[in-house]
């Protein structure tokens, strides 16, 4: 196991709700990021957290939206769910002491919206 | 963009068989190559990957990275049941998001 965790385990939501995620980053790692990963698929940024503010954007609309904690940890939040949303949502945290190359994985929030 | 392409999609072998996973990436700025095992969850981290030629093992598994042909091989040997997975290859950039493939399935049978 890897040290990072997250909240809640499965999710279901309707169309239009707002979910928040929740990650706690391993010992010693300062950065977050936050992957999708939709069925068949292998994941897809969304974004980064350093120093609690967004170090990168994948190709997201800003409905989905995060924040990072003086402790690392993290919180990704979607509004307006579409159906589309249902997915894996993977953090994964690194040390960007160490170029943020090694990136390990929590064991991820499946939500489904309905 | 930065793209991975990963090959085969999906394999079925046998207990004890070789295989080797392809993976092929075009990105700005390489800084390395990371190999990941999925089961059911989380991806597994395996192995870094930052310079061409050098291989790297743990147990049955060895990787290597040729930056010039822009690709790396993940060999399993011997493999077991418990091999069987997802395996997803990701590259990052220079600014350290990791760009995913959509990964190999690999069913490994008694």
């Known amino acids: 196991e890897t040290g990072v965790t997250q909240s809640p385990t499965h999710l279901i939501k309707t169309r239009g709700q707002q979910v928040t995620l929740r990650c706690s980053s391993q010992?010693?790692?300062?950065?977050v990021s936050w992957y999708q990963q939709a069925l068949g698929q292998g994941p897809q940024f969304i974004f980064q957290?350093?120093?609690?503010?967004?170090?990168g954007r994948g190709n997201f609309p800003p409905r989905f939206s995060g924040l990072q904690f003086p402790n690392y940890s993290s919180e990704l939040n979607v509004n307006a769910l579409e159906l589309d949303d249902s997915a894996l949502y993977l953090c994964?945290?690194?040390?960007?002491?160490?170029?943020?190359?090694?990136?390990?994985f929590g064991p991820g929030t499946r939500l489904t919206v309905t | 963009e930065d793209k991975v392409v990963q090959s085969p999609l999906s394999l079925v072998v046998h207990e004890g068989d070789t295989v080797t996973l392809n993976c092929s990436y075009e990105?700005?700025?390489?800084?390395?190559l990371l190999w990941y095992k999925q089961e059911k969850k989380a991806p597994t981290f395996l192995f870094m990957l930052?310079?061409?030629?050098i291989e790297k093992k743990s147990g049955r598994l060895s990787s290597i990275l040729d930056k010039k042909e822009l690709f790396s091989i993940l060999n399993i040997t011997a493999t077991q049941t418990g091999d069987s997975a997802v395996y997803l290859c990701a590259v990052t950039g220079a600014n350290s998001k990791l760009t995913f493939g959509k990964g190999i399935t690999l069913s490994v049978r008694p």
């Open positions: 957290y350093y120093r609690e503010e967004e170090n």
């Open positions: 930052t310079s061409s030629g």
């Open positions: 994964a945290s690194s040390s960007r002491f160490r170029g943020n190359y090694e990136q390990y």
């Open positions: 990105v700005t700025n390489f800084r390395s």
């Open positions: 010992s010693g790692h300062n950065t």
